[in-house]
């Protein structure tokens, strides 16, 4: 079993940063792919930024250029560098694990940005 635990929202003004984090705990072996997706009021949710056991990255076009996601193998944890913020950025961001095949969700952390 896989738990995945999600830091780092927060409220923030346009064009500033935030550091989200994912710290993922219990049986690890055989994690490949870690996500990152969000999901704004009244929409649904969407894939925003991948990387993959092999360092692989992708992103949604929206925030291309602006958002890194990385990840700390030593401290089991994946992070989203969100940079130049816009209030279309507002959400619930949320992890998600893949372990083999089955997908484990973190309970989302609140990002908003406003001024």
């Known amino acids: 079993q896989v738990q995945a635990v999600e830091s780092g929202g927060g409220l923030v003004q346009p064009g500033g940063s935030l550091r989200l984090s994912c710290a993922i705990s219990?049986?690890?072996?055989?994690?490949?792919?870690m996500r990152w997706y969000r999901q704004a009021p009244g929409k649904q949710r969407e894939l925003v930024a991948v990387?993959?056991?092999?360092?692989?990255?992708s992103y949604v076009d929206s925030v291309k250029g602006r958002f890194t996601i990385s990840r700390d193998n030593a401290k089991n944890t994946v992070y989203l560098q969100m940079n130049s913020l816009k209030p279309e950025d507002t959400a619930v961001y949320y992890c998600?694990?893949?372990?083999?095949?089955?997908?484990?969700w973190g309970q989302g952390t609140q990002v908003t940005v406003s001024s």
């Open positions: 219990g049986s690890i072996f055989g994690i490949n792919a």
């Open positions: 998600k694990v893949t372990q083999w095949t089955v997908d484990y």
């Open positions: 990387i993959t056991s092999a360092g692989i990255t």
